[in-house]
């Protein structure tokens, strides 16, 4: 379950999250849009998710977006933390498949995923929430198996 935040601009993850879309920017397309802006591609309401096919192939878009949402979550567990954490993906091309995040030799999220084509987020504050979550929940993974991350 996610957790909305109140104000998602203060979410270290949704910080993180909006600086590594900037740095995608390359041709600076997205310099006069807002934050609020460029996080609106994962806005996904609940009329707009019912009229998605529930089988269906993601889009490439939709797949970069999934990317930088975990990058964006990596990136926040090292800010905090110190220690890097890297994302690995594999997707079929039917929408499932799984993203770890390593840091080190420890395994510091696992991740099942599925319907990726329908990726979103109904509100900024649950996507926040779920970033959040997805932070600590690395966090506290790296400070109980410190050595192993150093290993």
């Known amino acids: 379950m996610t957790v909305p ?22 041709h600076g397309s997205w310099d006069a849009k ?15 998710r019912r009229e998605i096919p529930i089988l269906g192939d993601p889009d ?11 990058r964006a979550v990596g990136l926040a567990i090292e800010q905090e933390t110190g220690t ?14 799984r993203i770890i995040l390593t840091a080190g030799r420890l395994v510091v999220l ?10 979103g987020f109904e509100t900024l504050g649950k996507m926040a929430g779920q970033g959040d979550r997805l932070v600590q929940e690395g966090v506290a993974a790296i400070a109980r198996f410190p050595d192993v991350v150093k290993a």
């Open 110 to 119: 696992s991740k099942h995923l599925r319907d990726v084509h329908r990726f």
């Open 60 to 70: 490439p878009d939709v797949l970069w977006r999934l990317e930088l949402f975990y």
């Open 34 to 48: 807002s934050d609020a802006e460029i996080l609106k591609a994962y806005l996904l309401t609940r009329e707009q």
């Open 5 to 26: 935040v109140d104000d998602p601009f203060t979410s270290p993850f949704l910080k993180a999250l909006v600086r590594q879309m900037r740095a995608e920017d390359t």
């Open 84 to 97: 890097i954490a890297s994302p690995m993906m594999k997707m079929s091309h039917e929408g499932w498949g």
